[in-house]
């Protein structure tokens, strides 16, 4: 097995239960951090991604086992792996790891300190708890999904951004990071419930205010950030691509009209809403009339807020970015590096991602801290090979 890497969470172990989607995002958060994680894989019935795995970012530095955890050794070998281990990140359904023999009180019972992170979209307990969902379906519940999209135009999806990995994975983290603290005073582990209508929700928490301060609308498109101001836009260039504005303040707005060659005594007023198409049919015909590499030289070295919007292709080569170290670049490819920074407890590169080559599980789960590998292994449950 691979030596301790360097980084804030060195030293700690991680099981990740295999799924989709946020679990397996915060389990690289918790790699690329230093922590070890051990990701088990299911023998079957589970969904894969279809991502080539030389690409698979999101299972960079974990070593990875296959258990069936239907068999009826499946349970010995997860509890011989949670009591050595400082977190269990559960991505099934509501009481699944209940009917395998494996649920929170068992684990706790094996490892009192042990935080146990449990996944869902819906949570563990409510109406919707045991109904099958993804991110989109999760977002239609909270408002977020209504609330995006231009004026008189369907609402439009935010990748898996806000669902999947801001409302789902970033609260997962927090909430057994905070658990973890919490238990290394009380030595009491405990079950974090990381929801992603939770989260999602809670991100909400601005939009929410300025609704019922009556700064929000319910119709999308016509506030302040949800591109109803002509002054928090995208404009097409004359070549197709596009700039983005988000000149709110008025000395960046100022900025804004003086790149753009246009004088405030011949425009409406910024805060006039009656006046924002004027404003918006004169900020696209301007920012028509060049390309986008042109517009961006003309702002580069402004406070204007406005920006080139990049491609995935792209972004990687900003030179901002590049400075920054912000991607990894390895063999012509780009992947995200490791965030965010730290000043003392730097972590090292994460591993490649790669196809995955073997080992003797048995070194595996010696590796692991399992007291009788051999023992485990003589179940069945377990394959007789590990990937890393």
Same mark, same amino acid.
């Given at each position: 097995?691979?030596?301790?890497?360097?980084?804030?969470?060195?030293?700690?172990?991680?099981?990740?239960?295999?799924?989709?989607?946020?679990?397996?995002?915060?389990?690289?958060?918790?790699?690329?951090?230093? *922590?070890?994680?051990?990701?088990?894989?299911?023998?079957?019935?589970?969904?894969?991604?279809?991502?080539?795995?030389?690409?698979?970012?999101?299972?960079?530095?974990?070593?990875?086992?296959?258990?069936?955890?239907?068999?009826?050794?499946?349970?010995?070998?997860?509890?011989?792996?949670?009591?050595?281990?400082?977190?269990?990140?559960?991505?099934?359904?509501?009481?699944?790891?209940?009917?395998?023999?494996?649920?929170?009180?068992?684990?706790?019972? !094996?490892?009192?300190?042990?935080?146990?992170?449990?996944?869902?979209?819906?949570?563990?307990?409510?109406?919707?708890?045991?109904?099958?969902? &993804?991110?989109?379906?999760?977002?239609?519940?909270?408002?977020?999904?209504? *609330?995006?999209?231009?004026?008189?135009?369907?609402?439009?999806?935010?990748?898996?951004?806000?669902?999947?990995?801001?409302?789902?994975?970033?609260?997962?983290?927090?909430?057994?990071?905070?658990?973890?603290?919490?238990?290394?005073?009380?030595?009491?582990?405990?079950?974090?419930? *990381?929801?992603?209508?939770?989260?999602?929700?809670?991100?909400?928490?601005?939009?929410?205010?300025?609704?019922?301060?009556?700064?929000?609308?319910?119709?999308?498109?016509?506030?302040?950030?949800?591109?109803?101001?002509?002054?928090?836009?995208?404009?097409?260039?004359?070549?197709?691509?596009?700039?983005?504005?988000?000149?709110?303040?008025?000395?960046?707005?100022?900025?804004?009209?003086?790149?753009?060659?246009?004088?405030?005594?011949?425009?409406?007023?910024?805060?006039?809403?009656?006046?924002?198409?004027?404003?918006?049919?004169?900020?696209?015909?301007?920012?028509?009339?060049?390309?986008?590499?042109?517009?961006?030289?003309?702002?580069?070295?402004?406070?204007?807020?406005?920006?080139?919007?990049?491609?995935?292709?792209?972004?990687?080569?900003?030179?901002?970015?590049?400075?920054?170290?912000?991607?990894?670049?390895?063999?012509? &490819?780009?992947?995200?590096?490791?965030?965010? !920074?730290?000043?003392?407890?730097?972590?090292?590169?994460?591993?490649?991602?790669? #196809?995955?080559?073997?080992?003797? #599980?048995?070194?595996?789960?010696?590796?692991?801290?399992?007291?009788?590998?051999?023992?485990?292994?003589?179940?069945?449950?377990?394959?007789?090979?590990?990937?890393?």
């Amino acid at each position: 097995m691979e030596a301790r890497r360097s980084g804030p969470l060195s030293g700690m172990r991680i099981v990740e239960l295999g799924g989709i989607g946020p679990v397996p995002f915060a389990g690289m958060y918790f790699a690329d951090l230093g *922590a070890e994680v051990l990701r088990i894989d299911r023998q079957q019935g589970g969904f894969d991604m279809p991502i080539d795995p030389r690409f698979d970012t999101l299972q960079r530095g974990k070593q990875r086992i296959t258990v069936d955890l239907k068999h009826p050794g499946g349970a010995q070998a997860l509890l011989c792996l949670v009591e050595q281990s400082d977190v269990l990140l559960d991505s099934y359904r509501p009481g699944v790891l209940e009917r395998l023999g494996v649920g929170p009180q068992v684990c706790l019972e !094996r490892n009192p300190r042990l935080v146990i992170g449990r996944m869902t979209g819906w949570g563990q307990e409510g109406p919707l708890a045991q109904r099958a969902g &993804h991110d989109p379906t999760y977002l239609a519940h909270t408002g977020a999904l209504h *609330a995006i999209g231009r004026a008189g135009g369907p609402p439009q999806l935010p990748l898996s951004l806000v669902g999947d990995f801001g409302g789902g994975a970033m609260y997962l983290i927090s909430g057994v990071l905070a658990a973890l603290w919490e238990a290394g005073r009380s030595g009491q582990g405990q079950v974090v419930d *990381a929801a992603i209508v939770d989260g999602v929700s809670h991100l909400m928490a601005s939009p929410y205010s300025l609704f019922n301060g009556g700064a929000w609308t319910d119709e999308r498109g016509t506030n302040l950030i949800d591109s109803g101001a002509p002054f928090v836009d995208v404009y097409e260039t004359s070549d197709s691509r596009h700039m983005v504005v988000a000149a709110l303040e008025p000395q960046f707005y100022a900025q804004l009209l003086d790149g753009l060659g246009l004088a405030v005594a011949d425009l409406p007023r910024q805060w006039d809403q009656d006046g924002w198409p004027q404003l918006r049919e004169t900020f696209t015909a301007v920012f028509g009339s060049r390309t986008r590499d042109e517009w961006t030289a003309v702002f580069e070295d402004t406070d204007a807020c406005v920006a080139p919007v990049l491609s995935m292709a792209e972004a990687p080569r900003s030179a901002h970015l590049a400075a920054r170290g912000t991607f990894i670049e390895r063999d012509g &490819h780009h992947e995200p590096a490791p965030a965010p !920074r730290f000043s003392r407890t730097t972590p090292g590169e994460p591993p490649a991602p790669s #196809a995955p080559y073997e080992i003797p #599980a048995a070194q595996a789960l010696g590796a692991w801290g399992a007291a009788d590998p051999d023992a485990v292994l003589a179940t069945g449950a377990v394959l007789d090979r590990v990937r890393v």
